[in-house]
């Protein structure tokens, strides 16, 4: 999938846009995305980055960094997709100067959004904004059952099962790994820790079933209350693998929740306890 941050980094051409944050890219997403998939115009869709309500002072836990919203783009179908740098700036723009420039600029001959979708100054644009324009539109209606912050409840929560339901998709979350304090290496899980973006949601503490890099993953969120922690940590153990992770970027999948955390009477506790674990996430299932 071709990547633009200014409408003049893509041709020109007949396209078919949705338009809209798509955080996560969950399936009421997806409705609106597959409606420019399958025609004879290039699939294209129109994002922001940050998140509005991060600039607007509202405040919002993302489901997914940019990175990882682009991949599951590219995954259904997306040709090209063009971010917009969301600034105070253009959410000033009345609606037809932010369409002729950001979407129209690239040939848009369709343009489709979900139920709701506002832009513009006092958010007083619509899909009627583009048909006036002359631009075809099409409103795809609500997923049933699908809301964005209902996902991300049930993901703070630690109800991921639930949320991948909603996703459609397990929940994820992702990370840089970073040196850790290498205890689990010293009691036989060596983990990777994760450094994850501050903006993204993290599932509530616990012990979860998952996997990474092709491999099931027992993976601990939380701040090791048996070592007397309080720095929140992601560590994930990956069943059976071996390599060099520093540095790498890893995405975890998260498939249930096991247990809540816990501190032990001894250490030969405590790893009786990862072993246990570990024969949990072998037997684990993904949503």
């Known amino acids: 999938?071709?990547?633009?941050?200014?409408?003049?980094?893509?041709?020109?051409?007949?396209?078919?846009?949705?338009?809209?944050?798509?955080?996560?890219?969950?399936?009421?997403?997806?409705?609106?995305?597959?409606?420019?998939?399958?025609?004879?115009?290039?699939?294209?869709?129109?994002?922001?980055?940050?998140?509005?309500?991060?600039?607007?002072?509202?405040?919002?836990?993302?489901?997914s960094t940019l990175e990882r919203r682009l991949e599951l783009l590219a995954?259904?179908?997306?040709?090209?997709?063009?971010?917009?740098?969301?600034?105070?700036?253009?959410?000033?723009?009345?609606?037809?100067?932010?369409?002729?420039?950001?979407?129209l600029a690239t040939g848009a001959e369709l343009v489709v959004a979900g139920h709701g979708f506002r832009f513009g100054a006092g958010r007083s644009g619509s899909l009627a904004t583009f048909a006036k324009l002359g631009v075809q539109t099409r409103q795809v209606d609500l997923v049933p059952g699908i809301s964005s912050t209902e996902i991300r409840r049930l993901i703070a929560a630690?109800?991921?099962?639930?949320?991948?339901?909603?996703?459609?998709?397990?929940?994820?979350?992702?990370?840089?790994?970073?040196?850790?304090?290498?205890?689990?290496?010293t009691l036989g899980f060596p983990t990777a820790n994760l450094r994850v973006e501050r903006s993204l949601l993290v599932p509530d503490f616990g012990i979860y079933a998952g996997s990474a890099l092709g491999h099931r993953a027992a993976v601990s969120i939380g701040v090791n209350p048996h070592y007397g922690g309080s720095e929140r940590r992601i560590e994930a153990f990956l069943l059976d693998y071996e390599g060099n992770l520093y540095g790498?970027?890893?995405?975890?999948?998260?498939?249930?929740?096991?247990?809540?955390?816990?501190?032990?009477?001894?250490?030969?506790?405590?790893?009786?306890?990862?072993?246990?674990d570990v024969e949990a996430t072998r037997a684990a299932t993904r949503p």
């Not at 071709?2 to 051409?13: I, T």
């Not at 995954?75 to 979407?103: Q, R």
């Not at 949320?163 to 979350?173: D, Q, S, T």
Request: no cysteine; glycine share 10%; charged share 25%.
């Open 1 to 63: 999938m071709n990547v633009a941050h200014r409408p003049a980094e893509l041709e020109r051409r007949p396209r078919a846009v949705a338009i809209g944050m798509f955080d996560g890219v969950h399936r009421g997403h997806r409705a609106v995305v597959s409606e420019v998939l399958g025609r004879d115009l290039t699939p294209t869709v129109v994002t922001f980055n940050p998140h509005p309500r991060e600039v607007l002072g509202y405040g919002v836990a993302l489901l």
């Open 75 to 103: 995954e259904i179908g997306v040709e090209d997709t063009l971010v917009v740098a969301f600034t105070p700036e253009l959410a000033a723009l009345t609606p037809e100067a932010f369409a002729e420039s950001n979407v």
């Open 158 to 185: 630690g109800d991921v099962r639930s949320a991948a339901a909603m996703l459609g998709r397990p929940v994820e979350v992702e990370g840089v790994v970073v040196s850790g304090d290498a205890r689990g290496g």
């Open 248 to 276: 790498k970027r890893v995405v975890v999948e998260l498939w249930e929740r096991l247990r809540e955390e816990a501190a032990f009477t001894s250490e030969a506790e405590l790893v009786a306890q990862i072993g246990r």
